[in-house]
């Protein structure tokens, strides 16, 4: 049998094998051919293209409409990563963050600055991040990491440290508490020269990247655990009705953020801020992170978005 007829052939017994769902006898007993033959006939139609087979695991379709109910109810890239009920939280955020450094690596361009900020989150993301020399990069962290204690600089500085060489990037340290005793401290800093450098290396940013902290995470916010917030902080945070935090900036459940009291008192970009910035990823895992997410994306903080399915399907089931 010469090319062009066996390709026919194949094309014949692919289509009623696999577009008629007849059976391999019923086909070797229409071509008048032997079972085995037809069974070739099959293997040259996949090996010559004639046939594709995808596999669709269980869930696709829930993860895509997730996907673009996210997408289109706020006005974002989504990106849902497939776990199910069964995994834990911290498998969940090791998911998200393996997909998160991907979704990052593909946005870094030649010469851009790239706003950090940091928490569990956000080091579980540079955790799977591979190898992406990218010539003139540079990392600016975007808030403040000292703590209570005088520590936090040793934590955000090995993150921080990690993705400047993986990138082969330069990094900006901002050297100043998460959130300072009193505003009027807070207002005198801002005008060093030393913190209007950063401050100025933060409004050069193209990209951003961070999570969103919440009071009650299974896997905890480092702000909420390591003795950056006072009894009377969290007091005042709940009389003011806060649900979370991006960049140590609280949130309402609406996404509203000015007179909060706590904020006068941050060191972090406020969502006006970071709003300026053309591209900003927010990674988020965990169903208790939905209130904080839902209200980070209502205050228009995120042009990406990353985030489990379970967390995406408690996002959408709020009212």
Same mark, same amino acid.
């Given at each position: 049998?010469?090319?062009?007829? %066996?390709?026919? +052939?194949?094309?014949?017994?692919?289509?009623?094998?696999?577009?008629?769902?007849?059976?391999?006898?019923?086909?070797?007993?229409?071509?008048?051919?032997?079972?085995?033959?037809?069974?070739?006939?099959?293997?040259?139609? /996949?090996?010559?293209?004639?046939?594709?087979?995808?596999?669709?695991?269980?869930?696709?379709?829930?993860?895509? &409409?997730?996907?673009?109910?996210?997408?289109?109810? #706020?006005?974002? /890239?989504?990106?849902?990563?497939? *776990?199910?009920?069964?995994?834990?939280?911290? &498998? /969940?955020?090791?998911?998200?963050?393996?997909?998160?450094?991907?979704?990052?690596?593909?946005?870094?361009?030649?010469?851009? =600055?790239?706003?950090?900020?940091?928490?569990?989150?956000?080091?579980?993301?540079?955790?799977?991040?591979?190898? %992406?020399? $990218?010539?003139?990069?540079?990392?600016?962290?975007?808030?403040?990491?000292?703590?209570?204690?005088?520590?936090?600089?040793?934590?955000?500085?090995? *993150?921080?440290?990690?993705?400047?060489?993986?990138?082969?990037?330069?990094?900006?340290? #901002?050297?100043?508490?998460?959130?300072?005793?009193?505003?009027?401290?807070?207002?005198?800093?801002?005008?060093?020269?030393?913190?209007?450098? !950063?401050?100025?290396?933060?409004?050069?940013?193209?990209?951003?990247?961070?999570?969103?902290?919440?009071?009650?995470?299974? *896997?905890?916010?480092?702000?909420? $655990?390591?003795?950056?917030? =006072?009894?009377?902080?969290?007091?005042?945070?709940?009389?003011?009705?806060?649900?979370?935090?991006?960049?140590?900036?609280?949130? /309402? +459940?609406?996404?509203? #953020?000015?007179?909060?009291?706590?904020?006068?008192?941050?060191?972090?970009?406020?969502?006006?801020?970071?709003?300026?910035?053309?591209?900003?990823?927010?990674?988020?895992?965990?169903?208790?992170?939905?209130?904080?997410?839902?209200?980070?994306?209502?205050?228009? *903080?995120?042009?990406?978005?990353?985030?489990?399915? !379970?967390?995406?399907?408690?996002?959408?089931?709020?009212?």
């Amino acid at each position: 049998m010469d090319p062009a007829n %066996r390709l026919e +052939a194949a094309f014949a017994a692919a289509r009623m094998y696999y577009a008629e769902g007849q059976t391999m006898e019923a086909i070797a007993g229409t071509l008048s051919v032997s079972r085995s033959t037809v069974s070739r006939m099959l293997r040259d139609a /996949r090996a010559e293209g004639l046939v594709e087979i995808s596999l669709h695991p269980p869930g696709v379709q829930r993860v895509e &409409e997730l996907r673009r109910t996210i997408a289109h109810r #706020f006005g974002v /890239r989504a990106h849902v990563v497939a *776990v199910g009920p069964p995994d834990s939280e911290r &498998e /969940r955020l090791q998911a998200v963050a393996a997909a998160g450094a991907g979704v990052l690596e593909e946005m870094l361009e030649p010469g851009m =600055t790239v706003g950090m900020a940091w928490g569990t989150t956000i080091a579980a993301l540079v955790a799977h991040l591979d190898p %992406r020399p $990218t010539p003139g990069l540079r990392i600016v962290q975007l808030n403040g990491a000292i703590n209570t204690e005088g520590a936090g600089m040793t934590y955000v500085s090995t *993150v921080l440290a990690r993705a400047a060489s993986l990138w082969d990037a330069t990094v900006h340290h #901002f050297p100043v508490p998460a959130f300072f005793d009193f505003a009027t401290t807070r207002e005198a800093m801002w005008h060093e020269r030393s913190v209007q450098r !950063v401050l100025e290396t933060q409004r050069q940013c193209t990209l951003a990247v961070f999570g969103v902290g919440a009071f009650d995470a299974e *896997v905890p916010s480092h702000v909420y $655990t390591n003795n950056y917030l =006072t009894e009377e902080d969290l007091a005042s945070l709940r009389a003011d009705a806060a649900v979370g935090d991006v960049c140590t900036v609280f949130l /309402r +459940a609406d996404g509203s #953020f000015r007179d909060i009291a706590m904020n006068r008192r941050c060191s972090g970009p406020d969502p006006a801020q970071l709003a300026r910035i053309p591209r900003r990823l927010l990674v988020a895992a965990g169903k208790s992170k939905s209130l904080p997410l839902r209200a980070a994306l209502r205050a228009g *903080v995120a042009t990406d978005v990353v985030v489990d399915e !379970v967390t995406a399907a408690s996002l959408l089931a709020l009212r």
